[in-house]
């Protein structure tokens, strides 16, 4: 069974930058991958997704900010987060697309505030 852990979250400012990656401990590779977030009080929502073969899908509330990218290679998917804003602050997790109950990780905390 794969499991995914995530790395990379903490606290910017608003319209910083973070970059998140998910290390899997297993192949991912034919595996549409994505990145996840849940904001205290709301559910969890899809940020980013991405197939084997590069293509990427974002939610209008991300698009132009976020980047999500894969080395397959290295089982390994990343988020590039851009331009920041507290309404981004959330736990990310990582997990396949549509998400497997089993993969669900720890998260890490983006928490942005000045």
């Known amino acids: 069974q794969v499991q995914l852990v995530e790395s990379g979250g903490g606290l910017v400012q608003p319209g910083g930058s973070l970059r998140l990656s998910c290390a899997a401990s297993?192949?991912?590779?034919?595996?549409?991958m994505g990145w996840y977030r849940q904001a205290p009080g709301k559910q969890r929502e899809l940020v980013a997704s991405?197939?084997?073969?590069?293509?990427?899908n974002y939610p209008d509330s991300v698009k132009g900010r976020f980047t999500i990218s894969r080395d397959n290679a290295k089982n390994t998917v990343y988020l590039q987060m851009n331009s920041l804003k507290p309404e981004d602050t959330a736990v990310y997790y990582c997990?396949?697309?549509?998400?497997?109950?089993?993969?669900w990780g720890k998260g890490t905390l983006v928490t942005v505030s000045s």
């Open positions: 297993g192949s991912i590779f034919g595996f549409i």
């Open positions: 991405i197939t084997s073969g590069g293509i990427t």
């Open positions: 997990n396949s697309n549509p998400p497997a109950k089993a993969y």
